[in-house]
Structures are given as structure tokens and as C-alpha cells.
């Protein structure tokens, strides 16, 4: 249960953090860039210049430290368009929320680790 009395619905604990991703669009996608928001072990909250669909698949690499970057696989689980950011003409318009398919337990205990408890 959260701090104001309403259940949580996630099952990890997302780490909020600012990074620039790369994402391709399915195995054979070109390489885009792409804003990562918040991390968990179980997916990612992404904000690019690029739309996503709900059950697109995507190819993500996460640089989680400066030596150390992980390659996961997730499928999109919801989008928003962001008018604001589109009206005032920042280059991000897009926000995705990414449920990674599955990671390994190394994976796992690094963000746990190094992002924060999940």
C-alpha cells in the first residue's frame, strides 16, 4: 500500500533517472534514441520522438552504468501522446511505458544494487 492509503498497483519499484536509450522497433528496426524516465525490473517509462503502439516490440539498451549497459527485450503496454511538449515544439512528443519480457537474475540485482531497492 502507498503512503496515501491507494494499493500499488506495480510489482517493482520504479527508479526514477534520466538517460539516453537506444530502441529499435522489432529485431530488424534501425537504432533510435530515445529518453529513458524511470527503471524497474520489470520495464521502463520511455519519452521519444518516435511513436510507439501498444504490443509493439522493442529492442531497448540501457546504459546502467558508464562501464556497464544491458540489452532487454520489452513490448509496449501503454502510450501517450504529449500535446504540450508537441505544441511548444521541445522534440519529445511521445511517452511509453515498456514491460520488459524477461531479464536475467544479474540483471535484476544490479538495479536493485546500484538504482535502488525493487
Not at 533510435?32 to 510507439?52: E, P
Request: with cysteine; aromatic share 10%.
Amino acid at each position: 500500500m502507498s503512503k496515501d492509503g491507494f494499493m500499488e498497483r506495480r510489482r517493482y519499484v520504479r527508479i526514477p533517472m534520466v538517460s539516453v536509450i537506444q530502441v529499435r522497433q522489432g529485431i530488424s528496426g534501425e537504432p533510435l534514441h530515445a529518453l529513458l524516465v524511470d527503471l524497474s525490473c520489470g520495464g521502463a517509462r520511455i519519452m521519444s520522438q518516435f511513436m510507439v503502439t501498444v504490443g509493439d516490440e522493442l529492442f531497448v539498451r540501457v546504459p546502467l552504468a558508464e562501464d556497464y549497459t544491458v540489452d532487454v527485450v520489452g513490448d509496449v503496454v501503454w502510450t501517450k501522446e504529449m500535446e504540450l511538449m508537441k505544441e511548444y515544439n521541445f522534440g519529445i512528443e511521445y511517452m511509453a511505458g515498456v514491460q520488459f519480457r524477461e531479464i536475467s537474475q544479474e540483471i535484476r540485482t544490479f538495479i536493485a544494487q546500484h538504482l535502488g531497492k525493487s
